[in-house]
């Protein structure tokens, strides 16, 4: 079936370090968005792409950047890691281009949870 | 920019009574008002929406109201069942923009 992933699924690593956490999708969906959860705040937006040239900030882009190597594969980066950085992290996507889905659906991969000590 | 305030944040029931969940929203322009179910340890999956033009939709168990002129929207369960335990999470979006703004989810207890 048709999916998003993310990896790693879990990450522990230290204040400073840089970290990437990857995301690829076999929808064909041309849209593409990172998340961040936390307890008692819901998620909310870092970044979003509406295809390969077209990169966004969203509410809480300070701290992290974001790749869009292709149609199918987002990328963000914490490149100095902080602890206030531990989260749990959802790309999520959806397609403009897909009659049968509402073009306002979002699907989201299983998360990756991000430990920074 | 768009504010998205959800209540309550913890909702406990008994195993066949209902749970309402409710948002209000500030952006007049938002059209759009999706519903996510997060069961624990996975990730969020829509379980319905509601555009402007529609007042209500049911889906089985499930039902969305829409007050566009308070700007609020409803999540309604009847006959609640404990795989019914979940964060629940509402948002609103425009049309165009297709960037959803989340409120801050409802963790709804369902004892058997």
């Known amino acids: 079936d048709a999916d998003v992933t993310q990896t790693p699924r879990n990450r522990i690593t230290k204040t400073g370090k840089r970290i990437m956490l990857e995301c690829s999708q076999t929808?064909?969906?041309?849209?593409m968005y990172w998340y961040r959860q936390d307890p008692g705040l819901g998620l909310r937006l870092i970044y979003y792409?509406?295809?390969?040239?077209?990169?966004n900030k969203g509410e809480i882009s300070d701290g992290y950047s974001v790749s869009r190597q292709a149609q199918a594969k987002f990328s963000l980066s914490l490149e100095s890691a902080i602890p206030n950085q531990t989260a749990l992290y959802f790309c999520?996507?959806?397609?403009?281009?897909?009659?049968?889905?509402?073009?306002?659906?979002?699907?989201f991969g299983p998360g990756t949870r991000l430990t920074v000590l | 920019g768009e504010n998205v305030e959800q209540h309550p944040s913890t909702l406990s029931v008994q195993e066949g009574d209902s749970a309402v969940i409710k948002c209000t929203y500030s952006?007049?322009?938002?059209?759009?008002f999706p519903w996510y179910k997060q069961e624990l340890g996975k990730r969020p999956q829509l379980i319905i929406d509601?555009?402007?033009?529609?007042g209500e939709k049911k889906d089985q168990r499930i039902a969305v109201t829409l007050n566009k002129t308070a700007k609020h929207f409803s999540l309604h369960i009847t006959e609640t069942q404990p795989e019914d335990s979940a964060v629940y999470f509402c948002a609103a979006s425009r049309g165009g923009s297709y960037i959803p703004t989340f409120g801050r989810g409802t963790s709804l207890i369902v004892h058997p």
């Open positions: 952006d007049s322009a938002s059209n759009y």
């Open positions: 999520a996507t959806s397609t403009t281009k897909d009659p049968r889905v509402s073009y306002n659906e979002q699907f």
């Open positions: 929808k064909g969906h041309d849209r």
């Open positions: 792409s509406f295809d390969v040239k077209d990169i």
């Open positions: 509601i555009r402007s033009n529609v």
